[in-house]
């Protein structure tokens, strides 16, 4: 990968809005990759800001880290991801979704 390409665990960090422990939390859980330069640093490909994105807006949505691996577990692992591929793996999550609102909104009208 040419060097314009790649992305330090810094850079990620900043374009992302969030830790650089978080970076390589995810990287432990398997939900990101990076590979090591030659001096040894992590680097990694710009697809992984969007998926780091992803991340954040399914888990601010409840999705657990291990609904969001099994659902990245269907992404192309040599290619950034399309939009068909975002769509097909939003829509996994859509039936989730919708029975977590059916029980939330069951919640509160019982407390209401």
Request: net charge positive.
């Amino acid at each position: 990968m040419s060097v314009d390409m790649e992305l330090s665990v810094g850079q990620v960090a900043k374009r992302c809005g969030i830790n650089i422990s978080a970076i390589h939390f995810y990287e432990q859980k398997g939900l990101i990759k990076s590979w090591r330069n030659n001096g040894n640093q992590r680097r990694y490909s710009r697809d992984v800001i969007r998926r780091i994105s992803l991340i954040k807006a399914a888990q601010q949505l409840g999705i657990s880290l291990e609904e969001i691996a099994n659902a990245f577990a269907s992404l192309p692992n040599g290619r950034t991801a399309t939009q068909q591929d975002w769509t097909s793996l939003s829509l996994m999550w859509k039936d989730t979704l919708s029975q977590r609102i059916n029980q939330l909104q069951q919640l509160k009208d019982w407390i209401v």
